[in-house]
Structures are given as C-alpha cells and as structure tokens.
Nanobody, 121 residues
Framework: QVRLVESGGGLVQAGGSLRLACKASGNIFSINTMGWYSQAPGQQRDMVAL???????NYKDSVKGRFTISRDNAENTVYLQMNSLKPEDTAVYYC???????????????WGQGTQVTVAS
C-alpha cells in the first residue's frame, strides 16, 4: 500500500534544469532507500540516483556533478535536481522506494508511474 506520486518532468533545452519530486505515502514505517531510475525507448531501466537512510547517495556515472538527489526533513519526499541537462538524459524517470511497512518485516519495493523528461538541443 505504498503510493508514489511524481512531478517535475517536462521539456527543456539542453543546458537547462529540472527538479523531479516524488512523495511517498501509505503503509510505511520507515524508508530505507528512495531514488530514481530512467528508461529510454527500447532500453533497459537504469539507476540514476539513490539515497539511503537520507544520507548515503549513489549516482550513475554519466550524471555525477550534474544531478543531486535529496530528501526533505520529513523523509517522505525525494528530489532530483537535474542541471546541465543533455539530450542523452531524455527518458522516462521512475521513482523508486524501498520501505518497511507496519506489522511486516519484509521490505516493500515500489515504483512510481514515471514522468517524461525530454531534453532538446
């Protein structure tokens, strides 16, 4: 019963910026990891950026130095600040959440519906 609501995608010119947001709600006792994956047409879904325990971050090599992932103080929303965007960044971006629910010991893995990011040259 985890819900992930994404926002912030759109069309931007190369060199521009976007900020994606994903709010998690539902049966969540605690969140272990949240982040973003991307999938271009005909391609596999790749990890872009993850943040674990609100502190530790991991980035895809091609976005290091350009993208920044963070969570708000309530630890229920994850953001991806995307700067210096390139046409190669064009993809559907999916929010990812790994959380522990109330009353259950097994972690829940959930995905957002995806938001389109298009970078035009």
């Amino acid at each position: 019963q985890v819900r992930l609501v994404e926002s912030g995608g759109g069309l931007v010119q190369a060199g521009g910026s976007l900020r994606l947001a994903c709010k998690a709600s539902g049966n969540i006792f605690s969140i272990n990891t949240m982040g973003w994956y991307s999938q271009a047409p005909g391609q596999q879904r790749d990890m872009v950026a993850l943040i674990t325990n609100g502190i530790t971050t991991n980035y895809k090599d091609s976005v290091k130095g350009r993208f920044t992932i963070s969570r708000d103080n309530a630890e229920n929303t994850v953001y991806l600040q995307m700067n210096s965007l390139k046409p190669e960044d064009t993809a559907v971006y999916y929010c990812y959440c790994e959380s522990k629910p109330y009353r259950f010991s097994r972690y829940s893995t959930d995905w957002g519906q995806g938001t389109q990011v298009t970078v035009a040259s």
